[in-house]
C-alpha cells in the first residue's frame, strides 16, 4: 500500500492562511491524478482542489475558489494546498489521495484508491 503523509494543519484565526503538505512516493506525482479533500464532523468527505498528472490541469470546489491554490513539486513528491482568507467552516480533517485514472470527476472520492491519514485544520472565529 503506498503512503501519503499530510502536514501542515493547525489552528488559524478567520482571515489567515495555512498552506497543507502531502509527501509520497515521488513516481506518483508524475502519473497520478492528486487530490484534496476534507471531512468535517457529522459531514460526508467532500473534494477540495485536484490537479492532473504533470500538473497540466487543476479543478476547485466552488466554496474555495479564489482561495485556495494547489500544486505539486514533482521532483520532491509533494503536492500543496495554499489556503487563504480561512473561514470557520473550513474546519475539516484535510486528506490528500491519488488516483492512477479519473474516470468521470477528479473531485469525487470514489475515484481515489490511496489516501492519506489527514490533517486537521481549525479555524476560529
Known amino acids: 500500500q503506498e503512503q501519503l503523509v499530510e502536514s501542515g494543519g493547525g489552528s488559524v484565526q478567520a482571515g489567515g492562511s495555512l498552506r497543507l503538505s502531502c509527501t509520497g512516493p515521488?513516481?506518483?506525482?508524475?502519473?497520478?491524478?492528486m487530490a484534496w479533500f476534507r471531512q468535517a464532523p457529522g459531514k460526508e468527505r467532500e473534494g477540495v482542489a485536484a490537479i492532473s498528472p504533470a500538473s497540466v490541469t487543476t479543478k476547485y470546489a466552488a466554496f474555495v475558489k479564489g482561495r485556495f491554490t494547489t500544486s505539486q513539486d514533482i521532483p520532491k513528491g509533494t503536492l500543496y494546498l495554499q489556503m487563504n482568507s480561512l473561514k470557520p467552516e473550513d474546519s475539516a480533517i484535510y486528506y490528500c489521495a491519488a488516483a492512477t485514472k479519473v474516470r468521470t470527476d477528479p473531485l469525487r472520492a470514489a475515484e481515489y484508491t490511496y489516501w492519506g491519514q489527514g490533517t486537521r485544520v481549525t479555524v476560529s472565529s
Open positions: 515521488t513516481y506518483m506525482f508524475g502519473n497520478h491524478c
